[in-house]
C-alpha cells in the first residue's frame, strides 16, 4: 500500500502530498497491533470478533495491492481505502467468525450464506481477487448486525410493559379505495400495542 501511495503522489508537487502522504499506509499496521492488543483482553470474542479480524484486513491489503499494482489508482481512494480499514480494525461492529458448533442451518445461516457468495465470487473475477471476498465479508456482516439490531428492538417491545412508540400509519380502505394516515402513540407490551394499533387500523 505503501508504494502504491508512493507512485500515485509521484507526479505531484507538494512535499506534503510526495512525502508524508503515503506514510499514512502504516496506520494500517499501527491499528493492526492496537486490534491485536484488544482481541487479546476482549471476552466478547469467543466465537465472532468485534471489528474487522486483522487476518482479513491483510488478505484484502495484499490482494488489493497485488491486483492493482500495475493500475493507476487515485492517492485519494487509496487514503480512503486506509482510512475505512483502519476504523474497522477496531470499531464495535460485530463480525461473524467461520466457527463452526454444529451443521445445522439455523445455527450456521450466515456463514453459509458467505460462502456460497464466496464461491460466486471466486467464479467471476478468480483467486487473485480475494479482497472482494473480504468486501462481502464486511458487507455480510453489517446486514446482520442490522437485522439483529432491529430483531432486538421489536422483542424488547414485546417484553417490556412500559414501551412507548410512535407509529405513522397508512390504510387503505377497500370500499372506497382511499388511503388513510394516522399517527398515534401506542404503549403497553407487545401483544397490548399490536391489539391497539389494529383497532386503529379498522377505524
Not at 480499514?85 to 454444529?102: D, G, H, R, T
Not at 473475477?125 to 432491529?150: E, F
Request: hydrophobic share 50%; proline share 3%.
Amino acid at each position: 500500500m505503501f508504494s502504491m501511495m508512493q507512485t500515485a503522489t509521484s507526479q505531484l508537487t507538494c512535499w506534503f502530498m510526495t512525502d508524508v502522504l503515503p506514510c499514512t499506509a502504516f496506520l494500517i499496521a499501527a491499528f493492526s497491533a492496537l486490534r491485536l492488543g484488544k482481541f487479546n483482553i476482549d471476552t466478547r470474542q469467543k466465537t465472532s470478533f468485534i471489528g474487522l479480524p486483522t487476518p482479513s484486513n491483510a488478505i484484502f491489503i495484499s490482494s488489493f495491492a497485488v491486483c492493482y499494482q500495475d493500475a493507476s489508482v487515485s492517492v485519494w481512494a487509496l487514503l480512503a481505502i486506509v482510512v475505512v480499514f483502519s476504523w474497522l480494525l477496531v470499531a464495535e461492529i460485530p463480525m461473524f467468525s467461520l466457527k463452526l458448533k454444529n451443521l445445522t442451518w439455523r445455527d450456521n445461516s450466515t456463514r453459509y450464506v458467505f460462502l456460497a457468495g464466496c464461491v460466486v465470487l471466486v467464479l467471476l473475477l478468480g483467486v487473485s481477487h480475494l479482497y472482494a471476498l473480504i468486501v462481502w465479508y464486511i458487507l455480510l456482516s453489517l446486514a446482520t448486525w442490522c437485522l439483529a439490531k432491529k430483531t432486538a428492538r421489536y422483542e424488547k417491545l414485546l417484553t417490556n410493559p412500559g414501551a412507548v412508540m410512535d407509529i405513522r400509519m397508512t390504510v387503505v380502505k377497500p370500499e372506497t379505495n382511499m388511503n388513510k394516515t394516522t399517527q398515534i402513540r401506542v404503549t403497553g407490551n407487545g401483544p397490548e400495542m399490536f391489539a391497539v394499533i389494529s383497532q386503529h387500523a379498522m377505524r
